[in-house]
């Protein structure tokens, strides 16, 4: 099947750099940002030197107020997945290769400049975000590329590499670009349970070690063709190697006779997949454009066979052993037209087609000590095939000078057909309208109002069973589970000041219907966890992003960045009648990001907080409350004193608090029956101490 696209791929005439990487005084920030005709902010090469940027991707990080978005990548189809980088105007496909990925190939010293483009301009499709980074590279001269090489030691004495390589080769009309990187990751957790009775009498304490070691590798290319009538093409593929070997033991000690049981699992999993796609675009005079972009990926999982076997002082007492095998793959076109109508008017309409497997097989066995006997979970065994067809359109009306309004419209259709343990035929269609109102205030003051319908796309996954050992929960695919919708009305007021500081506020408020959570499922073998959906609820969301400088209280060529996010969710739980929160959605979570150059001594260092409110989680026969307890932090101190190499000496997860978890069990179900104990744990991943060069040419 083929498609057709239409774009435009018209950049504004703003301020060009001369300074060369590592040369050249540092601008002051109100002379290194400019407001550029279209109301864009313009970050010229000397903003970043203070930074010591290796890659285009340093440069994108340290931008005030912005954040990289991947976009939802997880859902199937490309409406969704586009990010909100531009690389000379034009958006990469990232369901291929990340845009993480893109911009570290780039060297720093290949950056022009950098825009930061509102939401609303009708050269560039904002596809639901409400800022744009569009990086502008110098022309190919030559041969170019970065390099970085990571050591890091782990808590447990493991020491592991990691590493990347890439490369762009300049052609005639376009370039070649390839890379390949690899990762070695060993990280140990460790953790100590206690288990109670329910009048609070202690049965039992337990020690763990689970020890995992990580191998993956992931070459990558991309060839990008300029023509003569304008005419462009992109292709761009990824291919992943995987491997996951976990060590688990568990000590554990009777509180009443002190009788000590054992139980352990080693497991060996391994992976492979690819993604590729082709992006080609045809412009016809500078008001029409065409634009195609095709995709296929596979991914393919084998887990096990694991056993995890159970010992007493006596000896063997039983083990399961479950193996797991999951394939995924997937096909689309997407075809758009985009017409300028006028300098005030701007249209995009389009059709995209998808064709989409899912084929995933769990087995589980008991061994006794002289037979292993089949366990029978329900959707043990399950193949989906859906077809998906999406018709979109998008009109973007410049209003003034100053106010612009997108309006949107989405149709999509879905027919899924399921065999093996559950034979099933299913068919949805959805309209998602959605409209933006983007009001430039004063140039340094925006509002953003925006109203969006949106329906989740339904999660393979959960139509498969799966089972965790160590935590002794089996939860059951649901294969009649139905996609959750949301109504949301969200108000964005944006202030930027010349000096790097920024606020912004953002408040959101959706109507979820038909919410994705947990129910039970009551088989002959007990009550299960499976998705499904508990019926409708509501998130109110506030997000407050401040950046500043902090020259102003003594801290020179130093900048604090601060993330808020609130989060009040309700929804009526369907086994005990009592409103409550979403699962897996804590109230509260700030991140900090603290960085201090010292450019005389080509210095800087930094670190980064995260922490979150308590998570709790409501399934079938428990309740969990997770507590991170007080967050963590990443710290790091780098120099490009010698040859320019950016070295950098960090720790990761450097307080190495951990975090606290509550189980509270019930039989037979959550709400309705008794408390048959508690456990709690606490669980820590130690630190990460690592050391990275980094470079390009």
Not at 66 to 82: A, V
Not at 174 to 186: E, I, K, P, R
Not at 656 to 676: I, Q
């Amino acid at each position: 099947m083929t498609t057709f696209h239409l774009s435009t791929a018209l950049v504004s005439s703003m301020l060009v750099s001369t300074a060369t990487f590592g040369q050249g005084p540092m601008l002051a920030a109100d002379t290194a940002i400019a407001a550029a005709p279209d109301q864009a902010q313009v970050f010229e090469f000397d903003f970043f030197a203070p930074f010591s940027p290796v890659t285009a991707l340093d440069m994108v990080e340290q931008l005030p107020g912005f954040t990289l978005s991947e976009g939802d990548t997880e859902r199937r189809g490309l409406g969704d997945s586009f990010g909100n980088l531009l690389i000379d105007g034009d958006r990469p496909t990232n369901k291929s290769v990340a845009l993480t990925t893109l911009l570290a190939r780039i060297p720093a010293g290949r950056v022009e400049r950098i825009e930061l483009l509102p939401a609303g301009q009708a050269q560039f499709d904002a596809q639901g975000h409400s800022l744009l980074v569009n990086v502008i590279l110098r022309p190919d001269t030559g041969l170019s590329g970065a390099y970085s090489a990571t050591w890091r030691q782990f808590d447990g004495g493991r020491s592991m590499p990691a590493g990347s390589l890439s490369a762009t080769w300049p052609l005639e009309s376009g370039s070649v670009s390839a890379g390949v990187s690899f990762s070695f990751w060993s990280p140990r957790v460790t953790r100590v349970r206690s288990l109670w009775a329910p009048d609070g009498v202690a049965l039992s304490t337990s020690r763990e070690s689970d020890q995992r070691f990580d191998r993956a590798i992931a070459p990558t290319a991309s060839v990008n063709l300029d023509f003569e009538n304008g005419a462009s093409l992109r292709l761009d593929g990824e291919a992943q190697v995987w491997s996951l070997h976990r060590n688990f033991f568990r000590t554990s000690t009777a509180a009443a006779d002190g009788q000590n049981s054992f139980s352990a699992f080693q497991s060996e999993d391994h992976g492979t997949g690819y993604r590729l796609s082709g992006t080609f675009e045809r412009p016809f005079g500078d008001s029409i454009g065409l634009r195609t972009v095709a995709l296929a990926s596979r991914d393919e999982t084998h887990e096990g066979p694991t056993r995890f076997e159970r010992f007493t002082e006596t000896g063997f007492a039983g083990a399961s052993i479950v193996s797991f095998q999951d394939n995924l793959q997937e096909l689309a076109v997407r075809q758009e037209m985009t017409w300028n109508r006028s300098a005030r008017h701007s249209f995009e309409l389009g059709a995209e087609a998808a064709f989409n497997t899912g084929d995933s097989r769990l087995v589980t066995q008991l061994d006794n000590g002289q037979s292993a006997v089949p366990i029978a979970l329900p959707v043990a065994a399950t193949q989906i095939e859906e077809s998906r067809t999406e018709l979109f359109m998008r009109h973007l009306w410049t209003l003034s000078d100053r106010i612009n309004m997108t309006s949107g419209l989405r149709w999509e259709s879905s027919d899924l057909e399921l065999s093996g343990d559950v034979a099933e035929t299913r068919s949805f269609s959805f309209l998602k309208p959605s409209i933006t109102l983007d009001v430039d205030i004063s140039g340094s003051s925006r509002i953003r109002l925006q109203a969006v319908r949106d329906v989740d796309q339904l999660d393979f996954g959960k139509f498969a069973s799966s089972v965790n050992e160590a935590d002794n929960i089996s939860v059951v695919g649901n294969p009649d589970y139905t996609p959750q919708r949301s109504w949301s009305l969200t108000a964005e007021y944006e202030r930027r000041w010349a000096n790097d500081a920024l606020l912004r506020l953002a408040v959101a408020h959706s109507w979820m219907e038909d919410l994705d959570d947990w129910i039970p499922v009551i088989t002959a073998n007990g009550i299960y966890d499976a998705p499904g959906n508990i019926g409708d609820g509501t998130r109110l969301r506030v997000a407050l992003d401040i950046s500043s400088p902090l020259a102003p209280v003594g801290l020179h060529n130093a900048q604090l960045d601060l993330s808020y996010v609130y989060q009040d969710t309700q929804v009526t739980d369907p086994l005990t009648g009592e409103e409550r929160v979403w699962s897996a959605v804590p109230v509260h979570r700030l991140t900090a990001n603290f960085r201090q150059a010292f450019p005389a001594h080509s210095m800087a260092w930094g670190w980064t907080y995260r922490g979150r409110s308590d998570i709790h989680v409501f399934r079938a026969t428990e309740q969990q409350l997770n507590d991170a307890k007080n967050g963590d932090l990443d710290a790091y101190l780098e120099t490009t004193r010698w040859r320019g190499i950016l070295m950098r000496f960090g720790v990761l997860t450097a307080l190495n608090t951990g975090g606290d978890r509550t189980r509270v069990f019930h039989d037979p179900g959550r709400g309705t029956g008794a408390v048959t104990g508690r456990e709690e744990s606490h669980a820590t991943r130690g630190r990460i101490a690592y050391i990275r060069l980094s470079g390009s040419f």
